[in-house]
T-cell receptor, first 114, second 114 residues
């Protein structure tokens, strides 16, 4: 079945540091890939997405590139802020969405210190 | 207007009680989901309805029963609550093209069984 693997956290960085959160997936065909963010005490918000190989999703300074050859969708940001502290989830949506749901990774907690 | 709204936001109840969580979406989406997030933040699909038809029913105790009176509503009823049911429950919805555009989540219901 489909699966998503994320690096374990927590990831602790100083403000303005470079961020990478690794994400790899297993799925048949060409799924769509997403990053969701969950701020403390809140629900899940879509951060960015990519729907085909070599697509780059970007939002709020975050980027991720859909790499079919390495089945990866790593999240990056050049300069993190304290306000980026949250839990980040990588997820995939299969091509056949009929009877399948979004599959999530285990989440990576990011803590940014001033 | 909130796209996907859940009520209540917090629910504290005793073991053995029966409780319901309600979810409504005003996005015109056809498919709705219930996810459970455990204390380690792991998100697991429980149920999905497409236009009032149950299409995903994961391995969940039969004490959990979803009900969809129409495609804009998906409620979750839980009988004989147990300590292990304590979690955050998220409702989500997706439209026809969510393969490309992702899923929209509610803000969650934090259930605490004491």
């Amino acid at each position: 079945g489909d699966s998503v693997t994320q690096m374990e956290g927590p990831v602790t960085l100083s403000e303005e540091a470079f961020l990478t959160i690794n994400c790899t997936y297993t799925a048949t065909g060409y799924p769509s890939l997403f990053w969701y963010v969950q701020y403390p005490g809140e629900g899940l918000q879509l951060l960015l997405k990519a729907t085909k190989a070599d697509d780059k999703g970007s939002n709020k300074g975050f980027e991720a590139t859909y790499r079919k050859e390495t089945t990866s969708f790593h999240l990056e940001k050049g300069s993190v802020q304290v306000s980026d502290s949250a839990v980040y989830f990588c997820a995939l949506s299969p091509m056949d969405t009929g009877r399948r749901a979004l599959t999530f990774g285990s989440g990576t907690r990011l803590q940014v210190q001033p | 207007d909130t796209a996907v709204s859940q009520t209540p936001k917090y629910l504290v109840t005793q073991m053995g009680n029966d409780k319901s969580i309600k979810c409504e979406q005003n996005l015109g989406h056809d498919t709705m989901y219930w996810y459970k997030q455990d204390s380690k933040k792991f998100l697991k699909i429980m149920f999905s309805y497409n236009n009032k038809e149950l299409i995903i029913n994961e391995t969940v105790p039969n004490r959990f029963s979803p009900k969809s009176p129409d495609k804009a509503h998906l409620n979750l009823h839980i009988n004989s609550l147990e300590l292990g049911d304590s979690a955050v429950y998220f409702c989500a919805s997706r439209g026809t093209f969510a393969f490309n555009y992702g899923y929209t989540f509610g803000s969650g219901t934090r259930l605490t069984v004491v």
